[in-house]
């Protein structure tokens, strides 16, 4: 695979073992991206998850969210992908999330097959796919890449591998990386402690142009089919916009378009001149000493 460059993008990953993080200073030590642990296995959540996603939004970083599996069938590995959306959803919309989700599968302790393996990644990552409308990521190691079979080879690859000098190595699914996390040892101001080191196949510039693409189409959040869950921070907005006719019952996760914004921006004018209208007729028989209809 190919080789890092300064000229790449820096980020970082992380999980609550980095404790509370000052963001503000990891921006300003060069970091532009993180992915931040969502959740792990059919039930366990990261309890810094929701903390760190704000955090890093609030301070400017492009962010995205990762997935510890733990499932040793295709079954099990679907519950855990509807787990990590409604673990998401908590952070926010799923429209906040830069970059796209990951799933992270890296070693075996069931010990299944490599078909297994192979199964149950492709059941994760459809499901998530399915479940956001966007295409995910698949974050492995350098030697538990080569499980995976050319048929995972559209997912973009997150790949570890520590080494200064030695570049990942080539595997059936994949011949180049999309992130690199060259080290689990790194040191970054804001943060007490280790933390992994990563970088980006591009520019900062490249970066952002990567997740927007992704929010606006190909994999997008917006794209076919649309986000058909309402998160639970917004279900009794929703619910109220729907039943006032200020939206339809459609993919309510859904980025809003410049043409969406305009109907409702209407449909709100329209509302609010019915109400001005009506207090001034209320008024106007209110002058005359006479009630209204």
């Known amino acids: 695979m190919q080789s890092r460059s300064v000229s ?27 992915f931040i642990k969502a ?32 499932a040793a069938s295709a079954a099990a590995a679907r519950q855990e992908a509807k787990h990590f959306v409604e673990t998401m959803k ?30 149950a990644a492709a059941a994760f990552l459809e499901e998530v796919e399915r479940l956001t409308g966007r295409q995910p990521i698949l974050y ?16 973009d690859l997150w790949i570890a591998r520590y080494s200064e000098t030695r570049v990942p190595d080539d595997r059936p699914a994949w011949n180049k990386w999309t992130f690199w996390q060259y080290t689990d040892s790194g040191r970054i101001n804001g943060i007490t402690g280790k933390v992994d080191l990563n970088v980006y196949a591009g520019t900062l510039s490249d970066l ?4 927007s693409q992704g929010n606006t189409g190909n994999g997008a959040a917006g794209s076919s089919g649309g986000i058909r869950e309402v998160s ?14 200020l ?6 996760g859904d980025p809003m378009t410049r043409e969406e914004a305009a109907v409702l921006v209407n ?20 002058k005359r000493g006479t009630d209204i209809l």
Not at 271 to 282: C, G
């Open 39 to 70: 959740s792990q296995g059919s039930s366990l959540e990261d309890p810094k998850f929701v903390e760190n996603v704000q955090g890093a939004k609030a301070a400017g970083l492009l962010v995205g969210a990762y997935h510890f599996l733990g």
């Open 140 to 155: 492995t190691g350098n030697a538990f890449a080569a499980n995976f079979d050319e048929s995972l080879g559209r997912y």
């Open 8 to 34: 790449h993008a820096r980020g970082i990953d992380v999980s609550r073992w980095q404790g509370s993080i000052d963001w503000k200073q990891v921006r300003e030590a060069g970091i532009s991206f993180v």
């Open 267 to 286: 449909r709100l004018l329209r509302e609010l001149r019915q109400r001005i209208e009506a207090q001034e007729r209320r008024i106007e028989s209110l």
């Open 232 to 245: 639970p921070w917004a279900e009794a907005s929703w619910r109220e916009a729907v039943e006032n006719g």
């Open 90 to 119: 908590k952070a926010g919309p799923l429209a906040w999330f830069d970059l796209p989700p990951v799933l992270d599968y890296e070693n075996n302790p069931a010990g299944i097959s490599r078909a297994a393996i192979n199964q």
């Open 247 to 252: 939206f339809d019952d459609a993919r309510p």
């Open 208 to 211: 952002k142009a990567y997740a």
